[in-house]
């Protein structure tokens, strides 16, 4: 069965910022849907599942545009456009889809920040960690975006019902991420590593990992880490389909929610080789 592609043209309506624009997921939903995939409306999460991620603090000042940095401006609007980012995630989780919205969420801690970064990172709520406190399911958050997730390791830190993975590049933004901690796998990589360290790095935390108790697996889905991006690790096409392919032996409830990767044509291209892989191992 294919994975449908959760979107919604209101996520282009959050502003620029630096280079997370609204062009990089317009322009990878054409492609998706040149491809044939089929799409869904999200619609905005409510403030009580948001609550069981965020501090009510924390919300209120999101509502009132109290939440500025250089990174991660208060954009009109902002709290529903976030809203409807992190409903995009929930719908994911429900028909193990591809919540291909924005802004992003793995910088997002309970408050905001997270592990005493100073800036968001163009996150404002963290979609995929509500989304899977939404499931309430024994869960393998794998993040394959180029810059540690943060703000989810800080979430589900000493969770035992949710094991957190990231592979990123390090040293890079945000500065975290070197080191494993309890059910925290963290896996720095050099930039532009390249597919065949990229793979066995893949591999080998996979081993440690009991899999057999993860009901479900959800996806940070950056890919930022396609050779020239933001966090370049010299990735391809064919290295997500791999990825990909690994996924789907696990036969694991599976969705995905888009993180980094700003080069549109390239996103909705390295999507489409991802969940090839998926669909067809």
Known sequence: MR???????KCLEYGKSHIESPERVEIAAQ?????GYEFLEPEPVSEKVLLSVH???YIEKLKKGLIEDHETPAYKNIYELARLSA???????KVKGFSLMRPPGHHAGKSGLA?????RGFCYLNSIAIAVKFLRKQT????????H???TEEIFFGDKKVTYLSLHRFPDYPG???????????IPLPADCGEKVYLKAFDDVFRKIDVSKIEVIAVSTGLDTHQGDLASLALTGKTYRKIGEQLAKFKKQTFFVLEGGYVGRDVGKDIDELLKGFERA
Not at 3 to 9: L, Q
Not at 115 to 119: I, K
Not at 176 to 186: A, D, H, L, V
Request: glycine share 12%; hydrophobic share 35%; aromatic share 6%.
């Open 149 to 151: 997730g943060n703000g």
């Open 55 to 57: 501090e009510a603090n």
């Open 3 to 9: 994975t449908k592609i959760i979107y919604s043209e």
């Open 176 to 186: 975290t991420g070197f080191e494993s901690r309890e059910n925290c796998f963290n």
């Open 87 to 93: 409903g995009g995630a929930v719908l994911a989780a």
């Open 140 to 147: 393998l958050i794998l993040d394959i975006d180029g810059h």
């Open 115 to 119: 592990l005493s970064v100073q800036t």
């Open 31 to 35: 492609v998706l849907k040149e491809k």
